[in-house]
């Protein structure tokens, strides 16, 4: 069935598009296919002379969410200018046409911005070098940045990718129009950075997300060899970009502040001193592109039985959990133990949760352990006399208190997604029918 586009959807999603046909299905089909449905997406079509064009009319015909524009080649700064024009949505958020996002990767960025009432959320991603892929993030603060604080952050990595591009990011729109945010195109290297730099002037909030979310492809190549520039041009435009970095931070810090930081602003001339590409070496800790996230067997996900309908609503559950475990560090095994300690209510034997885990209790023991040590709980032995079994205390210490949420954000995700296309009258039969399932089973079991 053909979606319908909001006449003032949540977010726009820009595309620029040249010569893609190789990579754009892979990087539109990884949008609609986004467990949040409330955007536009804009494919900006920049002269390409391959079937690009094609391939973006037939994504259009298919799903009114999605618009196309077509124009003459004149680069990625005035495409993303054209979008910005027509774009309608709340928040912005790019793509380049190489790269692909993960599922939820839209709902995750909204949600952070409006549950911390952000104007910029930016988030971890993967870096992508032929089949290995790996995790790069760098604010490890969980928690919402002023200005000045996201700008110290930034002044440590001055050249990173993950503070100057576009696509790890969530802009408000309302910014970018109020102050006439565009791309310059006449800047062919940080033009995105420039474009950040001017836009934090304008932001009063900001969070980081530490969950990758956006692919990125290492097939870029350097000014020089991509460009054609030459090695004088390219010095020049790189210093002036560094004297726009410059007036940024002595706009952001007062005086005394910038004169004490004034070695690390200076380090941008270090840090730019590469061709402008993300280095083609792949991060320590890399994995085989595929083995990153939860996996699940198609012929499993297709099996027709009891067992396989077990299966499958675990692999569901562990797929919201691992968002989780990504943002806040911790194994899948610990986050899902988390889970059931709080589903389990406060009072529960060792051996009633390794068996409500469904895990030996030896395993159990030791991802308790895990989580006491991080001090996220407290479990203390209730001892009371006669044969009764001794029975566990369970006490939530603060520093689970935005896990916990998240599980919240997580199990209501799930059943977004359990119960997607049903009417609300269908959901509510759904949810009745399974209740008196549930008491056939205790029945049975008691």
């Known amino acids: 069935m053909k979606k319908e586009a909001a006449m003032h959807p949540t977010v726009s999603i820009i595309v620029p598009v040249y010569n893609a046909e190789k990579t754009l299905a892979r990087c539109v089909d990884s949008i609609l296919n986004q467990t949040y449905e409330d955007y536009e997406l804009l494919l900006v079509n920049d002269g390409s002379t391959d079937s690009s064009g094609a391939l973006c009319d037939a994504y259009a015909a298919r799903d009114s969410r999605v618009q196309v524009f077509h124009k003459e080649n004149a680069g990625v700064s005035n495409a993303r200018n054209l979008a910005l024009s027509q774009a309608r949505g709340t928040y912005l958020q790019f793509l380049d046409s190489d790269d692909w996002i993960t599922p939820e990767a839209t709902l995750s960025l909204v949600r952070a911005a409006e549950d911390h009432q952000c104007d910029l959320v930016i988030s971890d991603f993967y870096r992508v070098v032929g089949e290995r892929v790996s995790h790069k993030g760098d604010i490890d603060e969980d928690t919402v940045l002023t200005r000045e604080e996201y700008a110290a952050h930034m002044m440590e990595n001055p050249a990173d990718f993950y503070y100057g591009v576009l696509w790890n990011k969530l ?235 998240d599980l919240n954000n997580a199990l209501k995700d799930m059943r977004q997604s359990l119960f997607a296309g049903f009417t609300e009258e269908e959901a509510e039969t759904c949810l009745r029918l399974n209740s008196r399932i549930q008491d056939n089973i205790r029945k049975t079991l008691a």
């Open 171 to 405: 802009y408000r729109r309302q910014i970018v129009e109020d102050h006439h945010l565009r791309m310059d195109p006449e800047i062919s290297w940080c033009e995105d950075f420039m474009f950040n730099l001017e836009y934090i002037r304008h932001a009063q909030r900001f969070y980081a997300l530490q969950v990758p979310i956006y692919y990125y492809v290492k097939t870029k190549g350097s000014l020089v060899s991509s460009q054609g520039l030459s090695i004088s041009k390219t010095v020049r435009m790189k210093l002036m970009v560094f004297e726009y970095y410059q007036r940024f931070f002595k706009t952001v810090l007062d005086e005394e502040e910038y004169e004490k930081s004034r070695l690390k602003v200076y380090r941008f001339l270090v840090d730019a001193a590469g061709d402008g590409a993300v280095p083609p070496t792949i991060l320590p800790g890399s994995t085989r592109l595929g083995s990153e996230r939860l996996q699940v067997s198609p012929d499993i996900l297709a099996g027709d039985s009891l067992l396989h309908d077990s299966f499958r609503q675990r692999k569901m559950l562990d797929h919201y959990l691992e968002l989780v475990a990504l943002k806040h560090d911790l194994p899948l095994k610990d986050t899902r133990l988390l889970l059931y300690l709080y589903q389990a209510g406060p009072v529960i034997t060792r051996k009633d949760l390794a068996d409500f885990a469904n895990l030996p209790r030896s395993t159990t023991s030791l991802l308790v352990q895990r989580l006491t040590s991080r001090e996220l709980v407290k479990l203390e032995e209730l001892r009371k006399d006669g044969p009764e079994k001794k029975r566990l205390l369970i006490t939530f210490l603060p520093a689970s208190e935005p896990i916990l949420e």
